[in-house]
């Protein structure tokens, strides 16, 4: 580590520093792994790292409170919703209708040895600012607020059923203690809406100082109507960010429509980011190729919308995705323009005629040139002159995404990418009908050299339905002002026709007219890939696509669909062990979470769910990856979503991993496979799906199952 070397022989190291330099060069580090390095060198550097470090998960069992660190004084951001065992509470309930009690006559009851953890928190994190808690009783809640009055920032986390107290009992513990609190995080918590009004109205000081507020329950099937919402606008209005489910069907009484918006703005001038959702959108996604359409309209229009802009003048992010279709929604867009110059993101769900693209002049979302950021989903009447329009207006965009556009071909894509070509970073392509895996990809040719995130559906073409329809009259109408910007990029559709054939007879890994040559280029920058598969389809095609990619670090993929409709694969392997030519591969996403199948004995004729997890996760182990995230099938009709024997095999076999998370659950025998991994530190079940099972299965792992793991885990010799 020396600096610089003296002619005497010594020379000046890095630890010579002064220890103000030294302190910020730590402080700089982010890496958790580098860190740990760093204060292994000694006293004084691991008296200095822990002093800098500002964020910390904790991982261990709360059954050993004696190992809570007390050296990290200076951490603000503290992660508690990963204890072990995940998801079981670590104090014990309070007497019966104990939140039932009016504030003032709340008193504490005894205090247990288990409770006494939430005091040794506090007192080991003095300055916590930020808190995430796994939050399944008040009671956690209750005993942890306390410690931190101060706080400004917290998420709560429950993926189990809510417990059977009053409206608003999980959140009363929280505001009544922390009264400054800035931001509040509900986006993985399960409960109901009808919690949310009554704690905020309860509580009038802390909802007042909130200015970020995310109400995106997990599993939500219910939005706030207009009531809901307006009471939440009233109580917290210094509101700066604001995401929530709402209900915008007009069929409801309660519906969110004008008249619910403009109080909103009303109530909350200052937003900068909204995000409204109707809940029907965070359901699994259908099939690729079938974007949903709806004939029936939302509960708002264009006018009110732009009602709502003229309120909310430092608008800088706005996400409208809805279910129901808002007609003419073009005006409104160009209100958003002029009235929020500072807008710089924008998703749209079911909003039509977005941009019409007629003449030569910019209309719509065109008009709005500071994006950044635009999501386009189901919009049915956008085409490949609409995208083009909005590429030669939106010359800043770098991440893109497209869903359930059925009219848009890779001729609008590839224009797009062309244009944008100086700061497209990321696309997302999902879900349209005229856009398979080929086309897709095709079409991102102009930046292929330029991307660092990517996702697509991949659905292969198979003989006989490679044939694109007819382009749509207003796709080459307004061909003539958009092909100047194309940079001599082919656009045929025929000549594409003939070289995206994909020819079953010669094997996934080979297709027709030369389109390897055509696709075996370099993807030089990405870094992250996600996948959506359709339940039975196989990677392998996607080698040849995806040849070289030298810096890809992370690969998501989900597998969606019904196995037991599914023919036997023809291929026996699903083909992971591709991946190993990207070198760099470190980590990987596996969620096959929406693949349904049967958990127990299957129909004669059809695979359980442990064949299909053999299909999917054989090959992992010739891949060299360092964290693996995976959610197994499941068995809706019992509920049961376990990893399987021949999983728990094939992933033995990666003997690579050091971090490894299975969102499910599985027997305590199948987890001592995972022993002989010796460079495997972190392992951990998390159920974080709703519904979590309640109750442990009397022949799956339990409180004492996991403490068992993890002790045998813990005690083995390490090698680095």
């Not at 694969?569 to 083909?575: M, S």
Request: charged content about 20%; overall charge negative.
């Amino acid at each position: 580590m020396a600096v610089r070397g003296g002619g005497g022989g010594g020379g000046t190291q890095l630890h010579d520093l002064p220890e103000p330099i030294l302190t910020q060069v730590i402080s700089l580090i982010e890496d958790v792994r580098t860190r740990n390095a760093v204060s292994l060198v000694c006293s004084r550097w691991r008296t200095l790292e822990r002093s800098t470090r500002t964020s910390l998960s904790l991982r261990g069992n709360v059954r050993n409170p004696f190992l809570l660190p007390t050296c990290f004084s200076a951490v603000s951001c503290l992660d508690l919703s990963l204890l072990s065992p995940w998801g079981h509470p670590f104090l014990p309930p309070p007497p019966p209708n104990y939140f039932q009690q009016e504030e003032q006559n709340l008193q504490p009851y005894h205090l247990s040895n288990q409770q006494l953890i939430a005091q040794r928190l506090g007192q080991a994190f003095p300055s916590v600012a930020s808190l995430v808690v796994y939050a399944r009783e008040p009671s956690t809640i209750y005993a942890l607020a306390p410690q931190w009055p101060r706080l400004l920032e917290a998420k709560l986390v429950r993926w189990h059923q809510r417990p059977h107290h009053s409206p608003g009992s999980d959140l009363a513990p929280l505001l009544a203690n922390c009264s400054a609190i800035d931001s509040l995080d509900l986006s993985d918590f399960y409960c109901w809406t009808e919690d949310i009004p009554p704690a905020l109205q309860a509580y009038p000081t802390a909802a007042a100082s909130l200015t970020r507020l995310n109400l995106l329950l997990a599993s939500a099937s219910e939005g706030f109507g207009r009531s809901e919402l307006a009471v939440i606008s009233e109580s917290c209005t210094n509101l700066r960010h604001l995401i929530a489910p709402c209900i915008f069907n007009p069929r409801y009484i309660n519906f969110v429509g004008d008249d619910a918006l403009l109080d909103l703005a009303t109530n909350c001038p200052r937003l900068t980011l909204l995000h409204l959702v109707d809940p029907s959108t965070l359901s699994p996604a259908p099939a690729a190729g079938g974007g949903e359409q709806t004939q029936e309209d939302a509960g708002i229009t264009a006018a009110g919308l732009q009602n709502l802009f003229a309120a909310l003048r430092g608008l800088e992010d706005v996400a409208l995705d809805l279910c129901h279709n808002v007609q003419d929604a073009g005006p409104a867009f160009e209100s958003l323009s002029h009235r929020c110059p500072r807008i710089k993101s924008l998703k749209l769900g079911h909003f039509q005629s977005i941009c019409k693209a007629a003449w030569l002049h910019l209309d719509g979302v065109a008009v709005c040139g500071g994006l950044e950021s635009l999501c386009i989903k189901n919009s049915s009447d956008l085409t490949d002159a609409g995208l083009a329009a909005i590429a030669r207006g939106c010359r800043r965009i770098s991440k893109f995404e497209i869903h359930g556009c059925n009219r848009v071909t890779e001729t609008g894509i590839k224009r797009l990418a062309s244009t944008l070509r100086s700061t497209l970073k990321e696309v997302r392509i999902s879900g349209c009908e005229l856009l398979d895996s080929t086309r897709s990809l095709r079409a991102l040719d102009p930046v292929r050299d330029r991307l660092e995130r990517l996702h697509f559906d991949c659905v292969w073409v198979k003989p006989g339905l490679e044939e694109q329809p007819a382009e749509d009259p207003e796709n080459a109408a307004d061909g003539s002002d958009v092909d100047e910007f194309e940079d001599g990029v082919d656009c045929s559709h025929e000549s594409a026709r003939k070289k995206c054939r994909y020819s079953e007879e010669a094997g996934p890994a080979h297709y027709g007219n030369g389109v390897n040559s055509l696709w075996s280029r370099n993807w030089e920058r990405l870094r992250y890939l996600s996948l959506w598969f359709p339940a039975g389809e196989v990677l392998t095609p996607l080698l040849d696509a995806l040849e070289s990619c030298p810096v890809l670090e992370e690969i998501s993929i989900k597998v969606e669909g019904d196995c037991r409709t599914c023919p036997k694969p023809t291929q026996r392997v699903f083909g992971l062990s591709f991946l190993a030519q990207y070198q760099r591969l470190a980590k990987m996403k596996l969620d096959c979470g929406e693949a349904i199948g049967y958990a127990l004995t299957a129909p004669m004729g059809q695979m359980d769910l442990s064949l299909w997890e053999r299909f999917y996760l054989h090959g992992i182990g010739d891949l060299n990856l360092y964290e693996l995230d995976y959610w197994p099938p499941q068995d809706k009709e019992v509920n049961q979503r376990s990893l399987s024997l021949p999983a728990t095999g094939l992933i033995q076999e990666c003997l690579s991993l050091r971090k490894l998370f299975i969102h499910g659950t599985t027997h305590e025998h199948f987890m001592r496979f995972f022993l002989m991994m010796q460079n495997l530190r972190d392992v951990q079940l998390r159920e974080d799906y709703y519904p979590a099972p309640e109750n442990d299965m009397s022949t799956e792992m339990r409180v004492d199952s996991c403490s068992r793991f993890e002790d045998a885990l813990n005690n083995r010799v390490v090698p680095d």
